[in-house]
């Protein structure tokens, strides 16, 4: 990167994230029947201005075709009227979500008289990076919204003008509703200088969420002095342990890895006790085949699992993304949790038993952020989680773990009443 | 700094993470019974230990003198039979605290009959860098051992054989309590390179919590790949209110000030509404020339404020630690606002005042982690918000944001049950 490069784009976060503080300001005390009519006039914005997205998009998919951009990337950046209801129907409903900001998390009285109160507060100025979905930058936008932020959107090259379109709308529907457009600004360049400035602009921005995939991860957490929260990777395990409901295993089993293969909450590793695998091996296996899934297996379980190839090393702890599933026999519980503790990435991982002393003891050793019994993985979801929209999934511990909703991206201040209260 | 030494730290990190993510692990299920004997335990090893212990501070302090470290240095460092009978009391006290581990922070069930809950949990492995006060490795070994945490601790080149001490009587303890030494370790070599080299051990420590100088706290968060919480500085304010009892105005501006100069959490810059300076000033100037606090006041004020010099621009916004004050007089409760907006650190700022709008305004506006109404700013402090020990205060938002107590160092997990829920 050349340094007039990185100096214009640091100037451009300057200014961005100036503007940014003044609207986070006005927004930390704007009330949530205001934020939530800005939310309702930007759904009507986008209804209305429908047309002219789709226009907008177009080009965008031209583009892209032109650029030999494969079927699945084309396909998530495509808008469809459908899609547009979509959006719509979800800002509307982050309007009748419950307003996290203003909350007493706790509040109490001091043996001196004096009163301690937690009360949650927007953060300020979140900045998010993402990738070629449109939609991003509407939900994005509505999440910080609602909890009060201004926030500064970086989306992908590919869907610029899409999402300047979007952005136009966002701005009527804010100003519409009396609420500085500059609560939500769009990056509107490709440099990709940006990043690294996004991600140093102390002071100005409190919090940046990359989405997308590992390298831009990995840029921004590696340029980041300021909080990063992120989301790896989902390598999720179900163990099926010896106690476990046959019926319920094979269920699980399956449906954990074929209801949504696309995805960081899917199964990508089944580990099954060997007292229980002759009995439910030869089901999975079945089903796995009729659903077109490759098995890869341990050498000890394949016998029991027509079709299946031999696991390579390289296969434990992969995130396939895709109908290929890991497979691997456990004499034990604790080598169950050895397993998922070495290979895992933290996110969920799901035991499958009757047994109240091996569920307590998976709940305590498996160190992720979801931890599910006898329920499958792909129930990490803030939606399912009845949180609400949701802003990612994080990996991280520090700050908020799991599917985050509005409710993470505020902060808390400490609120301390005295009537002339001093040390002594 | 030398490649080789770069390598050399970052495998000793290494070797010295991998042991404690074993020893975290033991410690996340331990129960709290145990954790509270280990503390009990390390603190008779200290009492056991007092004499070696201040044997082995002598020639710190003796080093320390030859070269030519001040008197306040000196007596940081410096322990006596007296601090070290401190410093196990305060260990049984974090004993007696509530555990933090294990507390169900929300539960409920979903309509689908799945069960959330989300439960506290400790991070993993702390990393935390300290200067010269060696009462720090007890303290901080404790809080980490509550929250269930395994720790690495980096203290200061002036304080090494007064800690390596102690580490050993923390040891003594944990081993008498069934718990692994690794659970505390001290970083045993005075090499820069190590710290790089913690705040970038992913994988190994969850959390860095740099104490100390800006300087130190800067290399820590520009190297840094982990999450780090920091402290930057304190520059708190009080704003005398046209509509505050004088008596309590004139007792919180003082005693903020002048019961402990050298401390994050006191007042640096007196604000007071014109209408009411007349009243108010005379007596706290008489009140800060007999405690011999220097008053750097603008233009406006210094008529009503005897023996004040003028205050440049850099005194705005300036940590004194030190018996200076800037002073400023202000025509509104938006002007004072607009002050600590610009020139606060975001840690602690008081409203004096007896009026409830102007205070709720105060409150919704000032953007620092504590806010005091009629309080001295001495307050902001985890032991007087009852949070138990203090591991820090962070002027950061994430995560925790000022006074930290163990709770601050754990972070969730969803526990999801149903009887064999699968998305449909």
């Given at each position: 990167m050349r340094a007039d490069q990185a100096a214009m784009a640091t100037e451009l976060v300057r200014t961005m994230g100036e503007r940014a503080r003044v609207a986070a300001r006005q927004l930390a005390v704007v009330s949530g029947a205001q934020k939530n009519l800005a939310l309702n006039q930007i759904a009507e914005a986008i209804l209305g201005g429908a047309r002219s997205l789709l226009m907008e998009n177009a080009k965008d998919v031209e583009a892209a075709k032109k650029d030999g951009l494969n079927a699945a990337m084309i396909g998530r950046l495509t808008l469809t009227e459908a899609k547009i209801q979509q959006i719509?129907?979800?800002l509307?409903?982050?309007?009748?979500?419950?307003?996290?900001?203003?909350?007493?998390?706790?509040?109490?009285?001091?043996?001196n008289g004096l009163r301690i109160e937690k009360r949650r507060v927007p953060l300020g100025v979140v900045a998010i990076i993402f990738e070629s979905r449109p939609n991003v930058t509407a939900d994005a936008a509505a999440i910080c919204l609602k909890s009060g932020n201004a926030c500064i959107l970086r989306g992908g090259k590919e869907a610029l003008s899409s999402n300047r379109a979007i952005a136009e709308r966002i701005h009527e529907g804010l100003t519409a509703a009396g609420i500085s457009p500059d609560a939500v600004q769009l990056v509107d360049t490709t440099d990709r200088a940006i990043v690294p400035a996004l991600a140093t602009a102390e002071g100005l921005i409190d919090l940046i969420i990359p989405r997308g995939g590992e390298?831009?991860?990995?840029?921004?957490?590696?340029?980041?002095?300021?909080?990063?929260?992120?989301?790896?990777?989902?390598?999720?395990?179900?163990?099926?342990?010896?106690?476990?409901?046959?019926?319920?295993?094979?269920?699980?089993?399956?449906?954990?890895?074929?209801?949504?293969?696309?995805?960081?909450?899917?199964?990508?590793?089944?580990?099954?006790?060997?007292?229980?695998?002759?009995?439910?091996?030869?089901?999975?296996?079945?089903?796995?085949?009729?659903?077109?899934?490759?098995?890869?297996?341990?050498?000890?379980s394949l016998g029991l699992l027509q079709n299946a190839?031999?696991?390579?090393?390289?296969?434990?702890?992969?995130?396939?993304?895709?109908?290929?599933?890991?497979?691997?026999?456990?004499?034990?519980?604790?080598?169950?949790?050895?397993?998922?503790?070495?290979?895992?990435?933290?996110?969920?991982?799901?035991?499958?038993?009757?047994?109240?002393?091996?569920?307590?003891?998976?709940?305590?050793?498996v160190d992720s952020a979801s931890v599910m019994v006898n329920a499958s993985t792909r129930f990490a979801d803030g939606g399912e989680y009845g949180l609400g929209a949701e802003i990612g999934i994080s990996t991280d511990k520090l700050h908020s773990r799991g599917p985050m909703g509005a409710a993470d991206l505020t902060t808390y201040k400490y609120i301390v009443t005295g009537n002339g209260h001093i040390r002594v």
């Open positions: 719509a129907v979800g509307k409903e982050i309007a009748l979500q419950r307003d996290p900001v203003g909350e007493t998390m706790e509040a109490y009285e001091r043996p390298g831009l991860i990995r840029s921004v957490v590696e340029a980041a002095t300021i909080p990063v929260i992120k989301h790896y990777k989902g390598v999720c395990h179900v163990y099926i342990d010896k106690a476990a409901d046959p019926d319920i295993a094979v269920k699980i089993a399956v449906s954990a890895k074929v209801d949504g293969v696309g995805v960081c909450n899917t199964e990508e590793c089944l580990l099954v006790h060997k007292d229980i695998a002759p009995k439910v091996f030869p089901r999975i296996a079945e089903a796995f085949r009729a659903k077109k899934v490759e098995m890869r297996a341990d050498q000890l190839k031999l696991a390579k090393e390289t296969d434990w702890g992969h995130e396939f993304l895709d109908y290929i599933i890991a497979i691997k026999q456990v004499a034990s519980t604790d080598e169950a949790i050895a397993h998922i503790t070495k290979y895992g990435s933290q996110h969920t991982d799901a035991i499958i038993t009757n047994d109240l002393i091996a569920a307590r003891k998976f709940i305590a050793e």
